[in-house]
């Protein structure tokens, strides 16, 4: 039984012992998962949802960023959904989508209420990760790639499996009680990719997290699930891929760490355009000046499923325009989040370019590659690849990278003194107080208020 070996596999948690890889690997993804919530805090999602959760004026201990004290179920709800704002945070690899999104959001406000350890607080994380990671992954074959190519959204589908699993080890559920959970957070699973350009997006992953505590706190308090809706057969995803179509990676939890296969965003985009903007960007320096007549561009097939939108409306659509971001790309942009905005999207010289920009999805082309060519006027072609985009595992972002993306996220919201703290403590979160500490950085955002 699937959900019997992740409740053992949830239950276990607190007694594991984490290699120091495993470890600093989570700690990435914890400064990560901060530095792009903080960011967001003014985007037009997160104001919408950090309403209405302070309108219900629940009360509790766990912190919405920059925001009031309030329930745990509350707190990552809005939380997650600003870290997914700005579609700036990671990405598993292997298609299972944005797990530090629901999943930290989960520990730090279940942990918040209960009063956890630092090194609980981590554990938990760690646990949910591996748990979602597999449910979702597998790959172009696997569960991730084949939900998205029938409309499913995989971090909103699995990310409430994984939030749940977090919240049911720091609330140290014993293994019934977590196979009830699990079951109860596989039942709400939902979540389109027609949202994508959307504020309903980032809410995929805000209401992944607060449908995932909640089904830890409903077991907790004698709820019976469905334990049966993990299975291959007459489950979730009998239900969802109905063909049976697909490759569905085991629970192979002795056999890797599928956080050491995180991926990690330079670009704040859609994770199927990254491979592109880096070709792009090789090739903007030798343009200026010089008239463009046509862009040839070889993608991988989710590209088309993911950000296949080619007359973006928005500048939210934007960042799920592959088009749209090779002419960012070819223009010099660093699409960094400061980029998608009204500037850049009315830009005519990037305008121009998307009628020139022809692209061919290569099956079997990895996500992580690209390859690109650019004709000049007067018969000059410029030719550039992507072996391997920065960010994947096997070509990781640096300290200088995650520093830089970091303080350009937070400073404007926190101040350079108040950006160096959290990102101190945060990376070294694992010792005693650092957790409280961190906490009261993100305290309520009194910026313009006296």
């Known amino acids: 039984m699937r959900s019997r070996s992740i409740a053992a596999y949830a239950a276990g948690a607190l007694r594991r012992e984490f290699p120091p890889a495993v470890t600093k690997a989570a700690l990435t993804a914890l400064v ?31 912190r919405i960023f920059l925001g009031p004290c309030t329930t745990p179920a509350l707190a990552a709800l809005v939380n997650a959904t600003m870290a997914h704002a700005m579609d700036y945070d990671d990405a598993h690899q292997m298609g299972a989508g944005h797990i530090s999104c629901p999943c930290w959001a989960a520990a730090i406000a279940v942990a918040n209420q209960l009063g956890s350890s630092e090194q609980e607080t981590l554990a938990a994380f760690i646990t949910g990760f591996e748990v979602m990671a597999r449910l979702g992954g597998g790959g172009p074959p696997g569960v991730g790639r084949s939900l998205h190519r029938r409309g499913f959204h995989p971090t ?41 350009g959307t504020h309903a997006k980032p809410f995929h992953g805000g209401k992944a997290a607060m449908d995932g505590i909640m089904a830890a706190q409903l077991a907790a308090n004698g709820f019976e699930s469905a334990t049966q809706l993990l299975e291959l057969e007459r489950g979730l995803l009998d239900a969802i891929i109905q063909d049976r179509v697909v490759e569905v990676p085991p629970l192979d939890f002795a056999a890797r760490w599928e ?20 070709a ?19 993608v991988h097939p989710n590209a088309m499923v993911a950000a296949g939108k080619l007359n973006p409306r928005t500048p939210l659509e934007c960042k799920f325009s592959i088009s749209f971001c090779i002419a960012l790309g070819l223009r010099g ?17 990037v305008k121009e370019l998307l009628p020139l920009i022809e692209l061919e999805v290569v099956q079997n082309q ?30 990781p ?5 995650f520093r830089g993306k970091f303080a350009g996220l937070v400073e404007p919201v926190l101040g350079t003194a108040k950006t160096a703290a959290l990102y101190a403590l945060l990376n070294d979160f694992l010792r005693a107080g650092n957790f409280s500490k961190v906490m009261s950085l993100l305290e309520q955002d009194t910026r313009g208020k006296t």
């Open 32 to 62: 990560d998962f901060v530095g792009v919530a903080v960011g967001a805090v003014d985007e037009a999602p997160v104001r919408a949802v950090r309403r209405v959760a302070e309108d219900w004026k629940a009360s509790g201990n766990a």
């Open 156 to 196: 909103s589908i699995f990310g409430r499996v994984g939030a749940a699993v977090v919240a049911s080890v720091l609330m140290r559920l014993d293994e019934q009680q977590i196979e009830y959970a699990v079951g109860a957070a596989a039942t709400t699973a939902g979540g389109l990719i027609g949202s994508f």
């Open 259 to 278: 956080i050491l296969r995180n991926g990690f965003k330079p670009y704040a985009s859609c994770r199927a355009t990254h491979a592109s903007i880096q």
């Open 280 to 298: 792009a960007r090789k090739l903007a320096p030798q343009l200026a000046g010089k008239k463009i007549i046509r862009v040839a561009a070889k």
């Open 333 to 349: 942009y660093r699409l960094v989040a400061t980029d998608f905005t009204e500037t850049a999207f009315n830009d005519s010289s």
């Open 366 to 395: 990895p996500q992580y590659e690209a390859h690109m060519d650019v004709d000049l006027e007067g018969g000059v072609r410029l030719h550039a690849d992507t072996d391997i985009v920065l960010g994947h595992a096997d070509n």
């Open 397 to 401: 972002m640096n300290e200088e990278d």
